[in-house]
């Protein structure tokens, strides 16, 4: 744990330092910046090349989906909130439908619950391949960036051939999907799934068992079991310190309860063990997607007809669904007044605490060229903080 | 989930309950009671995740509705507390001690809801919005397709019709001065 | 750390042999998949301009507009959606929701231009290249976010329904007609065709909305008989419903009657609120058909003094005479009659004019005249046996009917004729016990009575004969009818809109009956206007010659309904009273 004996004190959260003394230098990472993932400023206080002090500002991307839903018809909500979350818009998907569907008392096809699981898991590898790229980056392997995000883009080709979008899929619609596996899919999914297992085996030996990161990683950003609940901390951040929280496991949705896998865990959260277990989380989706796609069910029955959309009233109600993400637990607040409009949606992302509460704290007497790999590690998306 | 549920009547004589499902139920609680019975919950009842801070605004009962979302760990359960403020000067007791994160909720909600949550640090600062002069933007009667257009400019040129309209207009424009 | 931490990093230089993870991607040429999201298409004769596109976008990236060439028809409102590129999401909703299948996405997304005014067009109206591209995304079977199957109406069984006069259709319970009201896309198309121009749309939304007053207001803004076409209506609308193109049109008729059968009639004049100040002139009325019925109810809440002389024992005309009870229950006819006498309408019955009161006494007496006698001459097949005992017409059956008199008719009879007379004459004959056997001229599709009709006339097992052109009708040794046809095959004619009937040499048939009931179809009869009148009002193929505000030549004297507008239906009759009312009020302001 950081020493701050040689500090300035901290008084309600807030240190006391004195900027016109001359021993501290103020710095902004961000908004514009390669180490920081999206559109996020970390303004930091800096002690020669050790941080002092850190805040996180958002509001750079804050396009306002929650109020936008409002005066939106539930079905026109579905295309917004994809936007939410630009590496794994299907979670924002599945959980606007499951939360309507839920309000409306609606029960999708069994088939349905299958597509969707196949396009969250398959979004779960897109998102962490992506945030490897990141990871990686950030403690300056461009080589292990460059095969993550190019292997990223096949499984957008994927996305592509299924929903007729690379990057929004607008698949998961209020009521089930829009449309079957193409065929030749599965050829095509397993082609990608058997080159990124090869990329991922040398990923190992040439990030895990590289000294540069070991070193530049280990004990960098220590999440104690004792912090988890303090900070709300969720997912792979919370596992990897040890605590088996996998809402897939959990609270079983969709067909999760049908396929068989483990909660990972790792018992020392710094930034190597949580990069670890998000790799070895990616092993994890193959796996699934393999499960997925050899239990689909035949049929086309895929989607519920909904009352006319442009009609559907859901009945007065409020509810709270969660799926786990990439980041832990994302879920939608969903409340209807009985009209065709959403009285409210709140969007709950995991980042929010991540990287509003949690970063700060752990910021504190990190050097500053660890700063960037400290907050990946913490894999935080800026839009689902301020939505 | 019952269990919990008849807890809560029987120490807070909470009405009136709302079970969504068999592991999440949302209670209305009186606003200064708030901290007392998130306390509890939390060391006692092991809800010990707060999932988050939101408001509903309710302008049609003068009231705005905040929502805090537990969750517990062991059972898996989910708690929504409720709490409804008056809409005119919404002030709310802070819980900033509770959770480290929730600081950050309080500066969202004063910043989107116009809620005062006296005593959370930082509340006076940017949350998202810098240099924010209108209405709370998440209030209900701040309009954001009024707003849009008054402060950016519509393109041009683009005109449409009601074909209901149009089909009068072309077919049988002799009933047209009658409605 | 391990000597192998140290090496391993340099286990990416073995990586410069092997087949890279990455992959140069030909761009130039990488086609879209085949169900990409990428440039509208617009099948432009497929579209009827219903608008949903432009309802269901998000972005208000979708406006309709006029386009060359395409006209503006009762099924099609001549306008297109433009779509504005600089706001699509390409989320393709309007493609899901279109209502006919005609937009589609191609999978193109290359397009560079300088002028940001090009990328806002209308697909399918310029040459685009990616105007037949095939592969895109499109609409699909198992997907749809319309509904396209109708609320089934309850209906008695047909073996019940042809044992009596209880009316056949039930009516649609509250959650039916919510559900079935929940169909509707309010585009609007079915405006323009219903000859009352009802707000459809509106009424469909208060049903929705659970707000059966403000219905019932819309419903007699246009229409005073709602009871009366919530059964009997011709219902074009439904038609041209945007719904109808992929599926089932919405039951528009069902849902107006829906309206009248949950209100109680007590309570109409609380929710109407019709208002008005007498205003001094008096209007005279010839006819209580729905022409004369819908004239009276608008002139006498604008404030006229109305009287309506009726020649028969009872209001309602046609419809009460010429229309069987189990379509159109007589309770739910007077519904609508008392309201509009409840209002003040005098209705003088068992009057006919030039008998019992003069033509010229109305002329003289009143500040102006509208007639609405509707078509009750029934055509003669003129065949040689027309005059025989047991052939009647078809018109005369369902007035006796109505009128509690069982025509004899025996067990066995043929009908003639193939409009909704016919129709309501082979079911009736049913309900009085005999077996029906339908002969008409034409084929089954050609046939002019609602579909319906038709199908419930099946439904009830009537007996259906088709090209068959009628000769004559013999008496038989043991006192039956013999009528005889001679079959016809069907030959489209240069010119001619539908095929004609031709008979084949030789092919004669008939079939022994009680009674023959022809009914097709019947003309006006105009013998209570003097000569002077008569002279001086125009007429062109038996039908009075009115303008646009139901007048006709002569300035004081109004007509309307069936004896003047070529479709000859309630609805039509309805909308002549409502503009023959306007109109008189105009002529008689003018003053």
Redesign the interface.
């Known amino acids: 744990m950081s020493d701050r004996s040689k500090f300035p004190p901290v008084i309600?959260?807030?240190a006391q330092f004195d900027l016109d003394s001359g021993k501290y230098i103020k710095v902004w990472q961000g908004p514009q910046h390669p180490g920081v993932t999206g559109n996020m400023a970390l303004e930091l206080i800096i002690s020669g090349d050790e941080v002092i002090d850190l805040t996180t500002?958002?509001?750079y991307l804050?396009r306002?989906f929650?109020?936008?839903m409002?005066?939106?018809?539930y079905?026109?909500?579905?295309?917004?909130v994809c936007r939410i979350c630009v590496p794994e818009p299907d979670t924002n998907e599945y959980l606007l439908a499951a939360a309507a569907e839920?309000l409306a008392g609606i029960e999708i096809p069994e088939k349905a619950k299958w597509l969707r699981t196949l396009t969250l898991e398959l979004s779960r590898l897109a998102s962490f391949l992506m945030w490897i790229g990141g990871q990686s980056g950030a403690f300056g392997m461009g080589?292990v960036a460059?095969?993550a995000i190019?292997?990223r883009?096949f499984i957008l080709?994927l996305f592509?051939?299924?929903?007729?979008?690379r990057v929004?899929h607008?698949y998961i619609v209020p009521g089930?999907v829009?449309?079957?596996l193409?065929s030749g899919w599965d050829k095509h999914l397993e082609d990608v799934l058997v080159?990124t297992e090869k990329?991922l085996k040398?990923i190992e030996?040439?990030m895990f068992?590289?000294?540069?990161f070991?070193?530049r990683a280990q004990n960098l950003g220590i999440i104690t079991p004792d912090m988890v609940?303090?900070?709300?901390i969720?997912g792979p951040n919370a596992r990897a310190a040890g605590?088996a929280?996998d809402l897939r496991k959990?609270?079983p949705y969709l067909i999760y309860d049908k396929l068989d896998f483990q909660v990972i865990t790792r018992d020392f959260s710094d930034a190597y063990n949580r990069t670890y277990l998000r790799w070895q989380e990616m092993w994890q989706s193959i796996g699934l997607i393999r499960q997925i796609m050899a239990g689909m069910p035949a049929g086309?029955?895929?989607?519920y007809?909904?009352?006319?959309?442009?009609?559907?009233k859901i009945p007065h109600?409020?509810?709270?669904v969660?799926a786990e993400s990439t980041r832990g637990?994302y879920?939608f607040?969903m409340?209807s007044d009985g009209s065709g409009y959403p009285?409210?949606v709140?969007v709950?992302g995991p980042s929010?605490?991540h990287a509003?509460?949690?970063l700060p704290?752990l910021a504190v007497n990190v050097n500053i060229a660890d700063m960037a790999g400290l907050m990946v590690s913490l894999h935080t998306y800026p839009p689902e903080i301020?939505r | 989930m019952q269990e919990i549920l008849n807890k809560l009547i029987d120490r807070y004589a909470i009405e009136p309950i709302q079970e969504n499902r068999h592991n999440q139920a949302f209670v209305t609680i009186e606003k200064n009671r708030l901290p007392d019975v998130l306390t509890w919950l939390r060391d006692y009842e092991d809800y010990t995740h707060l999932a988050f801070i939101t408001a509903v605004d309710y302008p049609e009962i003068e009231k705005i509705q905040l929502t805090y979302m537990l969750h517990n760990y062991i059972l898996h359960t989910d708690l929504g507390l409720r709490v409804l403020l008056d809409r005119t000067r919404p002030e709310m007791v802070s819980i900033h001690h509770l959770w480290k994160q929730v600081a950050t909720y309080q500066r969202e909600l004063r910043e989107m809801f116009g809620i005062d949550f006296p005593g959370s640090p930082g509340l006076q600062e940017n949350f998202a919005l810098e240099g924010w002069k209108d209405i709370p933007p998440m209030r209900r009667d701040f309009d954001t397709k009024e707003y849009s257009e008054k402060t950016y400019f519509p393109r041009p040129g683009r005109q449409t019709h009601d074909p209901k309209e149009y089909m009068k207009e072309k077919l049988y424009p002799s009933a047209k001065e009658d409605k | 750390m391990k000597l192998k931490d140290y090496l391993s990093p340099f286990y990416v230089w073995k990586r410069a042999f092997d087949k890279p993870f990455t992959t140069r991607k030909p761009l130039e040429d990488r086609p879209g998949a085949p169900r990409y999201r990428g440039f509208h298409q617009n099948d432009m004769e497929k579209c009827i301009g219903c608008g949903s596109c432009e309802v269901i976008c998000q972005n208000a990236a979708i406006d309709l507009v006029p386009v060359d060439g395409i006209e503006t028809t009762r099924k099609d409102s001549g306008l297109r959606p433009k779509i504005d590129y600089g706001r699509c999401c390409w989320c393709a909703l309007c493609v899901d929701i279109c209502t006919t299948g005609s937009l589609k996405m191609s999978n193109e997304y290359i397009w560079i231009d300088s002028d940001p005014e090009v990328f806002r067009f209308v697909p399918g109206a310029s040459e685009k290249p990616w105007k037949n591209t095939e592969a895109g995304y499109s609409q699909h079977e198992n997907y749809t976010l319309l509904n396209l199957d109708r609320i089934d109406m309850p209906m008695l069984t047909p073996e019940d329904s042809r044992k009596s006069f209880i009316e056949t259709v039930k009516g649609y319970s509250k959650e039916e007609a919510m559900k079935e009201a929940q169909r509707c896309v309010e585009c609007g198309l079915c405006v323009a065709t219903c000859p009352a121009h009802m707000d459809i749309p509106d009424y469909i939304r208060a049903i929705r909305d659970d707000n059966l007053d403000e219905a019932l207001r819309l419903l007699y803004d246009t229409n005073p008989m709602p009871a009366t076409c919530g059964r009997i209506c011709t219902h074009l609308c439904e038609d041209v419903c945007s719904i109808g193109v992929k599926g089932e049109p919405l039951a528009i008729r069902w849902l107006k009657r829906y309206i009248v059968d949950q209100i109680d009639d007590t309570r109409f004049k609380a929710i109407l609120r019709d208002e008005f100040k007498p205003n001094g002139k008096k209007v005279a009325i010839i006819g209580a058909g729905p022409g004369g019925l819908s004239a009276a109810y608008y002139l006498v809440t604008a404030g006229y003094s109305v009287t309506i002389y009726e020649a028969s024992d009872l209001a309602g005309g046609m419809i009460r005479y010429g229309v069987p009870e189990y379509r159109m229950p007589y309770d739910q006819l007077d519904q609508d009659i008392n309201y509009i006498k409840e209002l003040g309408v005098e209705i003088i019955l068992n009057n006919r004019i030039g008998k019992d009161t003069l033509f010229s006494d109305l002329y003289n007496n009143y500040d102006a005249l509208f007639f609405s006698t509707g078509l009750n001459d029934p055509y003669k097949m003129a065949i040689d046996g027309e005059s025989l005992p047991g052939v009647f017409s078809g018109l005369q059956i369902l007035d006796d009917v109505t009128k509690g008199i069982k025509p004899d008719i025996g067990k066995s009879v043929a009908v003639i004729g193939g409009g909704n007379v016919a129709m309501d004459a082979a079911r009736t004959a049913l309900r009085l016990g005999a077996e029906s056997t339908l002969i008409y001229r034409r084929r089954e599709e050609d046939m002019p009575a609602d579909t319906e009709e038709i199908h419930e006339a099946h439904a009830e097992k009537v007996k259906f004969i088709t090209q068959a052109i009628p000769l004559r009708i013999e008496k038989t040794a043991n006192g039956k009818l013999k009528f005889i046809w001679n079959n016809a095959e069907m030959v489209a004619k240069e010119g001619a809109a539908r095929p004609s009937p031709i008979a084949i040499e030789g092919d004669i048939q008939s079939l022994e009956v009680d009674a023959v009931i022809s009914a097709i179809g019947q003309g006006a009869d105009y013998s209570f206007l003097p000569p002077e009148y008569e002279s001086k009002i125009k007429f062109k193929r038996g039908k009075v010659i009115i303008n646009e505000n139901c007048q006709t030549t002569v300035p004081k004297i109004f007509a309307g309904g069936d004896i003047a507008n070529p479709t000859a239906d309630a609805i039509s009759a309805i909308a002549d009273g409502h503009n023959a009312a306007k109109g008189i009020d105009k002529f008689l302001n003018k003053k």
Request: charged residues 35%.
């Open positions: 309600d959260g807030k500002h958002v509001g804050h306002g929650e109020k936008l409002e005066r939106r018809r079905i026109q909500c579905f295309p917004i839920e080589t460059q095969w190019a292997q883009d080709d592509e051939e299924l929903s007729g979008g929004y607008m089930g829009r449309d079957d193409p080159k990329m040398e030996i040439v068992n590289n000294v540069i070991k070193m609940d303090k900070f709300g969720v605590l929280r959990d609270e086309n029955d895929y989607h007809n909904l009352p006319n959309v442009l009609n559907w109600g409020e509810t709270y969660k637990e879920g607040y409340v009285r409210r709140y709950r929010y605490t509003m509460a949690l704290h301020e």
